[in-house]
């Protein structure tokens, strides 16, 4: 094989490192010596493989014979990302050793491009102490892994230095106090980091710790959504509250800070404040002495250990004076002391590692060229192998490059040929075909594409395996050749293929009635505002869990309906309460809950615009100091309803919300006033006032005592005795809707239409949680309309559902005593 003129495309493409490096020393050597490897096998490997050291233009391999090109020898498997190809590498490597009992595990070398990713992977698949899986008695030597992975102490130095460039977001700042080194230092518990996490959400924090951290992004004088102004809101709120919106400089106390958290406020505050020391000091130019200096100040004033792993401590120390005891006096900038660190923190291959009679794990340079009897690549997926340079711009030699100089991309190449020479027996290559997400195809590494179409040439077809999704699919067990050893696939296998069952109902039968204590009033509140989630808190007393937020890293440019919601009804309640709505907006600034700058100003003028509608309409209805009273109402059946309905003015009920007055208003206003006026008999009114769509004025429900409302009281808890026994097939929207149809004198048509687009929408009752829970992921707004009325509800309407029946029942009464229109 000549350095200039190659005629085997592998040799072509995949070679240039060693051509050069052939073109360079070649003029120089006065001899060359050649030493004939062992003659190649009879198998598609041993073709490939005698084809390139013989620079042979490949074709179809008629001498090896049509068995030996489906061997095995080569193999490629596509999977669906990183998780399942190491689950088809650990059937892979049994397959192996069933078939050979001869091999044994240091005879194999699995070699990855990026062995940081599939580290946890392989660790999860092989190794283990439960031997679920054959797979888990394999034992894995995972080697070369970089130091900042397998110290937790120096992953803290690499952390502060990446802090040093980076805005210090509110996530990136939580994960850092998690991670061991800083937990040990704070003595932070499971419970404290999850308390961080609610302080960090509410205060407003999102990246920044000072002011003077983000003026480097160009941000200056705003200091809200900093941790500085977030600590100080969290350490005020040990002292106050915010019920009053009294501030104290900028900062506003910040709720639900228990005299409990009083220690953890002041751990978080030291860590905190250490980290802005420590940034601070990471900054301009200093001698490397001082550099040294200061990050060994970082890690004691950030890091600690249990005794056990002190060596983690020493370690770190070490690797901090070794790479900078060659710069001398030298002044050097914060990049430069992350250059130095960075090519020690990576992986580096160490003798330890290799050679050990396990399995070796590594990545592709420190075994390149060892012959080993299997040879498996991981993860030669696209866009990550090879390796995509860069230009250093110090490097003054980049403009013009010569012969034999290193290109990482040329190397990666190299390195693959490499290993495709080095297996002496079996090659198996993996790579990511497919999404695991939306399955679609996805595209080999550009060497391995090219690895690919020789073999095709050679073997006159595909020697690609495409896995399947999921280890349970049952093409993985099929009869003739099975594919896995995972008895646990092979039982949900099993279960695939058996008939479908339907889904069993959530509750078959219905529960006894509940106790025959007391009712709460804001039990039958919760009750008519939710009758099914309610049925779930109040019988089984269980709550469906909610999509947990994720923390919001970044500074709004406008606020998203919720955010909105929360400080427009945070503001009507203050201005009706008679507070000044510029003390209010002074607050809400120190809150953190507003845009910066002019978009926050925009934001907050809307806010007011509409919250000054609302307030005006509802002003009347709330002069004079609320009232209180207390509810003490006879059930008739040795029950009483007790509770307290506050804001009342006047003999009326009055509730203003910023949010758009629902059906769940109206019931609970209604609720309300029945229990009042069954307590106190006598005239009584309520108010309900809220925002209506659009642009158009708020609206108001306005409701009178009905002629007798202990027996409508006693006929809505009923209601709530029904709905605790099992769920009721209604919802608070869709049960509006068709009453408001069926009382207006609709078709029974009509009703289902108007309950339908209740039903649907991106906030109907379609996509209530409770409701999906107990009917399942596939319910409709059919499913309630399914069950007939029970044999003791009464349907003076004619109704054709149980549906119909009970939300007639419900709203029926209400209507007749509402008027609904603007305020």
């Known amino acids: 094989v000549t350095a200039l003129a190659v005629e085997h495309p592998l040799l072509a493409s995949l070679s240039r490192d060693v051509r050069e490096l052939q073109a360079t020393i070649g003029s120089i050597a006065d001899h060359t010596v050649h030493h004939e490897g062992p003659e190649p096998t009879r198998t598609l490997l041993g073709t490939i493989q005698s084809d390139i050291a013989g620079d042979e233009v490949p074709s179809r391999a008629t001498t090896v014979g049509e068995a030996a090109l489906a061997d095995g020898t080569v193999q490629i498997h596509a999977c669906h990302g990183p998780a399942r190809q190491v689950e088809v590498l650990r059937e892979s490597l049994l397959h192996l050793f069933t078939d050979d009992p001869t091999l044994e595990p240091r005879d194999v070398l699995v070699m990855c491009p990026d062995v940081e990713t599939y580290a946890p992977l392989i660790r999860a698949n092989f190794g283990q102490a439960t031997l679920v899986h054959p797979g888990h008695r394999l034992r894995v030597r995972l080697a070369d892994r970089g130091l900042r992975r397998t110290n937790p102490v120096l992953d803290v130095v690499a952390t502060v230095l990446d802090f040093s460039e980076g805005r210090v977001t509110a996530s990136e700042l939580l994960d850092f106090a998690a991670s061991g080194p800083v937990r040990q230092k704070f003595s932070f518990t499971d419970d404290d980091l999850e308390r961080l996490r609610e302080w960090v959400a509410t205060s407003g924090a999102r990246w920044g710790l000072t002011v003077r951290q983000r003026e480097s992004f160009g941000l200056n004088n705003f200091r809200q959504n900093t941790f500085k102004s977030a600590l100080d809101r969290i350490l005020l709120g040990v002292a106050a509250d915010e019920s009053g919106n009294d501030y104290l400089d900028l900062a506003l106390p910040l709720d639900d800070v228990d005299s409990n958290d009083i220690g953890l406020a002041g751990r978080f505050a030291e860590l905190v404040d250490r980290l802005a020391s420590v940034l601070r000091a990471l900054s301009g130019r200093a001698p490397v002495t001082e550099w040294t200096r200061q990050l060994g100040r970082t890690l004691d004033l950030l890091a600690d250990v249990p005794t056990a792993d002190e060596w983690q401590l020493a370690q770190a120390h070490r690797e901090i004076a070794e790479a900078t005891e060659h710069g001398d006096t030298a002044e050097l900038r914060l990049a430069d002391v992350r250059a130095m660190l960075g090519g020690r923190l990576t992986g580096r291959p160490t003798r330890a590692n290799f050679r050990t009679g396990e399995l070796t794990v590594c990545t592709m340079v420190p075994m390149r060229s060892v012959p080993h009897r299997v040879v498996i690549l991981l993860g030669l997926d696209d866009e990550v192998f090879p390796r995509v340079g860069s230009l250093d711009g110090d490097d003054v030699l980049a403009r013009d490059p010569a012969v034999g100089e290193r290109d990482i991309r040329s190397e990666d190449r190299q390195l693959l040929l490499d290993a495709v020479m080095s297996a002496e027996e079996k090659l198996l290559l993996f790579y990511t075909g497919a999404d695991p997400v939306d399955g679609s195809t996805k595209p080999p590494a550009i060497p391995l594409r090219e690895l690919m179409d020789v073999l095709d040439v050679t073997a006159g077809r595909s020697v690609e395996h495409r896995h399947p999704l999921q280890p349970f699919d049952p093409r993985n067990f099929e009869a003739r050749h099975p594919f896995s050893f995972d008895t646990v696939a092979l039982a949900g296998a099993v279960s695939q293929q058996r008939p479908s069952v339907p889904v069993p109902l959530f509750l078959p039968d219905a529960l006894p009635p509940a106790n025959s204590g007391d009712v709460e009033l804001a039990d039958v509140i919760a009750f008519v505002e939710n009758p099914v989630q309610a ?75 509409v919250v000054g509608i609302i307030a005006d309409a509802a002003a009347p209805f709330h002069e004079g100091p609320a009232e209180t009273t207390d509810i003490v109402v006879d059930l008739g059946d040795g029950r009483r309803l007790t509770g307290t309905v506050t804001g009342i003015h006047d003999r009326t009920l009055v509730r203003s919300s910023y949010s758009r007055l629902a059906a769940k208003h109206r019931l609970a206003a209604w609720v309300r006033l029945l229990a009042v006026a069954a307590s106190e008999p006598g005239e009584w009114s309520a108010v309900t006032i809220g925002r209506a769509s659009g642009m158009r004025p708020p609206r108001r429900s306005r409701l009178t005592t009905p002629p007798n409302p202990l027996a409508v009281l006693r006929d809505v808890v009923d209601l709530r005795d029904r709905g605790l026994v099992a769920p009721l097939p209604i919802s608070t929207g869709t049960a509006a809707a068709y009453a408001e149809k069926r009382f207006g004198g609709g078709s029974i048509e009509d009703g289902y239409e108007s309950a339908g687009w209740a039903w649907r929408g991106d906030f109907g009752d379609g996509t209530d949680r409770s409701l999906r829970y107990v009917h399942g992921p596939s319910l409709s707004f059919g499913t309630l309309l399914d069950p007939s009325p029970l044999d003791d509800e009464t349907d003076p309407a004619n109704e054709q559902s149980r549906f119909g029946v009970l939300s007639r029942r419900l709203w029926d009464p209400l209507l007749t005593a509402e008027n609904m229109g603007n305020a």
């Open 535 to 609: 049925f779930l808190r109040q019988r089984l007393g269980f709550r469906v869990p909610e999509l947990e937020d994720d923390l919001a890293d970044s500074l709004d440019i406008e606020l998203d309906p919720l955010a909105r919601w929360n400080i427009g009804d945070r503001m009507l309640a203050a201005v009706l309460a008679g507070t000044d709505i510029g003390e209010f907006a002074d607050a809400e600034w120190r809150r953190g809950t507003l845009p910066p700058f002019h978009q926050g100003r925009r934001e907050m003028s809307d806010i007011r615009r």
